[in-house]
Nanobody
Framework: QVRLVESGGGLVQPGGSLRLSCVASGISSRVFIMGWYRQAPGKQRELVAAITSDSNTNYAESVKGRFTISRDNVKNTVYLQMNSLKPEDTAVYLC??????????WGQGTQVSVSS
């Protein structure tokens, strides 16, 4: 079946960087809108960044200028480059693949912790 597997999370100091990866299987991710969401304890899941099949992007205001979403359709992989990380970026980051009138899939998430 469809699987979205995230990796690249970890513990980083404020100001540091991480790159998250989401590898899709069971689908051709190039035909999906791909997104990164995050969920912190006690908070609702929120959109961090999304990228369409024609590479249009959308970012949460809180991460603009710091995060970059990209996709490699050959590798069926979506990335989130995170720079200048802040403690408030701490959350579980989840990958999503969706189509407006079709399927909607989620990965299990990868933990990002920003702390000194």
């Amino acid at each position: 079946q469809v699987r979205l597997v995230e990796s690249g999370g970890g513990l980083v100091q404020p100001g540091g960087s991480l790159r998250l990866s989401c590898v899709a299987s069971g689908i051709s991710s190039r035909v999906f809108i791909m997104g990164w969401y995050r969920q912190a304890p006690g908070k609702q899941r929120e959109l961090v960044a999304a990228i369409t099949s024609d590479s249009n992007t959308n970012y949460a205001e809180s991460v603009k200028g710091r995060f970059t979403i990209s996709r490699d359709n050959v590798k069926n992989t979506v990335y989130l480059q995170m720079n200048s990380l802040k403690p408030e970026d701490t959350a579980v980051y989840l990958c999503r693949a969706r189509r407006p009138l079709g399927d909607d899939y989620w990965g299990q998430g990868t933990q990002v912790s920003v702390s000194s």
